[in-house]
């Protein structure tokens, strides 16, 4: 009985503990990373990372399910922009890598001033490379959508909302970068505030603007373009505000705007590598979209309704993954190399966990989360394809969740040329010709896609396990 009451005591202790923890990485924590227990150096920056990814899937899933109440070929125009978008995404997640590897390293060492010289100069970069693909989205949006396969009729319909996508694209670079300087900085409760804020806009305007509620006008499939970049440039204005008010681990001053070629090469030398890994990665995913769309615009609406739910089960683990990255930076910054490691494995395994719960679910009953979206009655193509989508491809979801964090993790050190030659081999190698082969010559559909991104994935996990355990990333100099 004394046994059990003591047992009893210290559960409740712990339960407030992790409770208090909670609270304190939700306002913001100002301790140390690097000192204080790792358990609650994980709990302090991956909650409000998991939170902040969790608001990018609701997001995800939101916008797609008013642009579906406009038809198929409207969800066939987000869905090939979105592939299109990657190559965005890629830049601006391959920027926020090198940011994250030379903040937290910076920080780690202790050197603040440094690193918001780090913080301007990534910004700096992300606007020019942003440049040329405004000028691209603007230009040639009907030429792109006709070249990954869409209709006349659907390119004259919806051509606009590439173009605003692509032609806003600097807001999506300066959120990336931006964020992931505040999250490397350990100040990942501001990131998570300022995702929140973008797509709690994005998701009140989206509808406003889709089917012209009220005095707004009936914009169609374009609204829900114009609605995703007023909330993201709020956003940034948002960033750029923290960043110069000077209350956080970050301190932008007017001495730190000098533009200096070496810090730039610095953050853009990171980066190549990680940009390199993410275009590699997506530039298989538009190949994915270009294979659907062999299968009509009904099959690539089903496969873009799963994607969304499935990066709606990702996004947060893709923040656990970011928690890795910079306990690993700042860790490797103060000389404690074991910590890090031991901060990777322990992320690794609560993301398995997490991923795995959401493997069980949309295994068992994916036909109510398609169903979400579209009415089979409507469109059985379109709610079949979804369910094949949704249940093949989160058989991989274990090998995913240790996958990420371990990819990340050699990112975070800064050794970004490593996934660079782990992602050629397991996503043009593997995931291109197996998903060709499988989905037409096997005649398999896009089931036939869903088992590619299986294979390839878990092979990459496989590879990124044991370059890990190799531990090389531990002598990385940033």
Known sequence: MLFSIKNSSKNRFSFRELWADFLESIRGSEKDFTKIPLRKAIILLSIPMVLEMIMESVFALVDIYFVSRLGAQEVA??????????????????????????????????????ASKAAVHAIVAALIASIFFSVIGIVYAKDLLLLMGATPETVEMGYRYPMIMLGGNSVIMLLFVINAVFRSSGDAAISMRVLWMANILNIILDPLLIFGIGPFPELGVQGAAIATNIGRG??????????????HRIKVRIRDIRLRLTTIMKVVKLSVGA?????????????????????????????????????????????????????????LGANEPARAEKAAWAVGGVNMILLGLGSIIFISV???????????????????????????????????????????SINGA????????????????????LAYILTNALGMGVKGVGFAIIISETILTIMAVYMFRKGKWKETKV
């Open 234 to 247: 709020t956003a940034v204005i948002y960033q750029l505000y923290l960043l110069f008010k000077g209350n």
């Open 77 to 114: 125009v987000v869905g090939i922009t979105e592939s299109l978008m990657t190559i965005i995404y890629s830049i601006g997640i391959g920027l926020s890598v090198g940011t994250t590897a030379l903040v937290s390293r910076r920080i780690g060492e202790k050197k603040h001033g440094e």
């Open 275 to 331: 940009i390199g890994q993410n275009i590699i990665a997506t530039s298989s995913w538009i190949f994915l979209v270009w294979v659907i769309t062999s299968l009509g615009e009904s099959a690539v609406a089903g496969y873009t309704i799963a994607i969304r739910l499935i990066i709606f089960i990702l996004l947060p683990s893709w923040g656990m993954a970011n928690a890795a990255a910079t306990l690993v930076g700042q860790n």
């Open 366 to 408: 994916p036909q109510l989360f398609i169903g979400f979206f579209i009415d089979k009655a409507v469109d059985p193509v379109v709610w079949q394809s979804g369910i094949d989508c949704l249940r093949v491809i989160s058989y991989g979801f274990l090998f995913y969740a240790l996958g990420m964090v371990m990819i990340q």
């Open 414 to 433: 800064g050794d970004t040329s490593t996934p660079v030659w782990l992602n050629i081999i397991a996503f043009w190698m593997i995931e291109i010709p």
